[in-house]
């Protein structure tokens, strides 16, 4: 195997997980439907959680589970950002 060919099975992994974030965001938007204000959009209790069960997660199949909570906390964050805009432009509740 070449690094041109390891280089192609990463790009191919990350189609892959570019599909499974779409499919994430479409669950995180429907989730947003029962959040009434900003505290339940960041919900903390939440996110510790899940960091925690990830953390366990990861470890359990072999990656990094610092490397899992920097990604996850990223990805949580953009999604918080990403539903905060769209709780604003909804207006009230």
Do not use: C
Not at 41 to 50: G, I, L, N
Not at 74 to 81: G, K, L, S
């Amino acid at each position: 195997m070449s690094l041109a060919d390891v280089r192609h099975e990463i790009d191919r992994l990350d189609d892959r997980i570019i599909e499974l974030l779409a499919l994430r965001q479409r669950q995180v938007a429907r989730a947003a439907a029962y959040k009434r204000d900003e505290e339940g959009v960041r919900a903390p209790d939440r996110r510790r959680q899940m960091i925690e069960r990830l953390r366990t997660r990861a470890a359990e199949v072999g990656v990094d589970p610092d490397v899992v909570s920097q990604i996850w906390n990223a990805m949580i964050d953009a999604f918080t950002e990403l539903e905060m805009r769209e709780h604003k432009a909804s207006g009230p509740q």
